[in-house]
């Protein structure tokens, strides 16, 4: 594969990310869903003329790295676009499997740091010609540009390609939020995941001992409130903690995804005016009842003293975390202090019921409708073989089961249920638990009908107004008022009478 790194400047997270689980080997696609709240980027409607200069100059200067079938590849050459390299690893394993395949693949990785890869991706499409993106990638924190927003125009429907959605859909089993995230304004599939980003609580097994006498899964999830659709347990749960003094959760943000996804409404309403779904507006409270009642460690995500609660070494025993599976294996576990049972918190955790259903994270995979015509077959190989390909010979089975490299891999939830659902997907990490249990009904109750194209950078200046409201630093119309005051400086987008 081709490689052209034009912006490999991985933040902390980015890092952390394709580091495998704490003693266990690299599955070879352990790479972070970069969402919104992991590197809170600029927006593509914020980013510069800059970043996109800076974007090119780089490709001129770029090292290039090339990959091919075992017959060579002879017929041509596929483009892929992607923001980490997670993509392009599992289609360097896809070439590997087949070895036949007619086309080699040029991978163009982009970081979104500092907003680079969307306006680079933007132009690629836009220029067209030989070296257009033939497949491109597009994290949940803005792929609705890219499904249902100004963007959407350049992707070709998964039907187009060749591909029998319906009946693909339901053979695989793919969760109802990766597809209506996917889908454009005419329901039209243009895009889907290989990864279930589904919420669950993960928590401490020592702190809910000691605290509430069990650390069974499916009595702390009654503890919490899993699946009541409601904080009240939860909240009750943070004050029996505190008493004992543990923290709930390490800051906020850890929150903020489960509030963000479960909200009824998007950012904007009907006429793309900005709006605070109440569920949204709640988080001023949350926010500020963590940090006043010392529910918290006040910490910020991807900071230091939010990776030091993972290892239990921060102000207080934090009892968990909100996330999918991909937390764990690529976020808690790097930074659990251990690489087996008695390190650190290795083996020390658990995973249960969320109060509500939530996704976070996660990436889609698109096709280019302008892509050369001879190439569209091929094209549709890779992007099955990724999404919706679901025998034990696919990607998404090797990655569930750790065995992309071989036996003793990271495991991950993935989109496929009929995956999952013959998949073992029991850690040491977890005291042995197997996660599946809990990440594959999750995935059931998550919500993708709430997304905007401008969520990465609206989310931003929501969540900046947040801290600053429970830090006391202003009230909370001050602090409603200067969010809608961001938004319109920023995107141009106004509120809502």
């Not at 939860?234 to 995804?257: P, R």
């Not at 569920?279 to 926010?287: H, M, N, Q, T, V």
Request: proline share 3%.
């Amino acid at each position: 594969m081709k490689k052209k790194a034009l912006s490999l400047l991985l933040t902390g997270v980015m890092a952390a990310s394709l580091l495998a689980g704490c003693g266990s080997s690299d599955s070879g696609t352990a790479s972070t869903p970069a969402a919104d709240g992991a590197t809170e980027a600029p927006a593509d409607a914020a980013a510069t003329t800059a970043a996109t200069e800076e974007a090119a100059a780089a490709a001129t200067t770029a090292t290039e790295e090339t990959a091919k079938p075992a017959n060579g590849g002879d017929q041509g050459t596929i483009n892929l676009w992607a923001f980490t390299d997670e993509v392009p690893g599992m289609v360097d394993h896809f070439l590997q499997d087949h070895p036949d395949f007619p086309y080699a693949v040029n991978s163009t990785i982009i970081a979104t740091t500092d907003g680079a890869y969307q306006p680079a991706l933007d132009q690629a499409l836009q220029a067209g010609g030989d070296e257009q993106p033939d497949i491109y990638c597009a994290e949940s924190a803005f792929v609705l540009k890219y499904t249902k927003g100004d963007m959407q125009d350049f992707a070709m429907p998964y039907k187009d390609l060749g591909i029998d959605v319906d009946t693909a859909l339901k053979d695989a089993d793919i969760a109802q939020y990766t597809v209506d995230i996917g889908s454009n304004t005419n329901g039209d599939l243009d895009g889907l995941g290989y990864q279930a980003t589904g919420g669950c609580f993960i928590y401490r097994r020592s702190i809910a001992k000691d605290v509430f006498g069990t650390d069974d899964p499916a009595e702390i999830s009654k503890i919490i409130g899993g699946g009541s659709g409601s904080f009240d347990k939860f909240w009750e749960a943070a004050q029996t903690l505190a008493d004992a003094g543990d923290a709930i959760v390490s800051g906020d943000g850890d929150v903020w995804h489960a509030v963000e996804n479960s909200s009824d409404e998007g950012w904007l309403n009907a006429d793309g005016q900005l709006q605070i779904d109440p569920k949204r507006e709640a988080f001023l409270d949350i926010s500020k009842d963590l940090t006043d009642k010392g529910w918290s460690n006040q910490t910020q995500d991807w900071q230091d003293a939010w990776f030091a609660d993972m290892k239990g070494e921060g102000a207080k025993p934090v009892f968990g975390f909100f996330g999918p599976a991909w937390l764990i294996n690529y976020t808690i576990a790097p930074n659990c202090g251990g690489e087996k049972v008695g390190e650190g918190t290795y083996g020390d955790w658990a995973v249960c019921d969320s109060p509500i259903g939530f996704f976070w994270g996660g990436t889609w995979v698109l096709a280019n409708k302008n892509m050369d015509e001879a190439k569209v077959d091929a094209v549709k190989q890779i992007v099955e073989w990724i999404t919706l390909d679901s025998s034990e010979d696919s990607l998404q089975y090797k990655w569930a089961n750790g065995t992309l490299n071989g036996e003793g891999g990271t495991k991950d939830a993935v989109a496929s249920g009929t995956v999952m659902s013959k998949s073992d997907g029991s850690l040491d990490f977890l005291g042995g638990e197997n996660m599946f249990d809990y990440f594959v009904p999750a995935n059931q109750y998550a919500n993708g009908k709430n997304l905007t194209q401008y969520d990465e950078s609206i989310n931003t200046a929501w969540r900046d107004q947040v801290r600053a409201y429970a830090a006391g630093e202003k009230d909370r119309d001050a602090a409603i008022a200067d969010f809608k005051t961001t938004v319109s400086d920023t995107l141009g987008i106004e509120a809502a009478e």
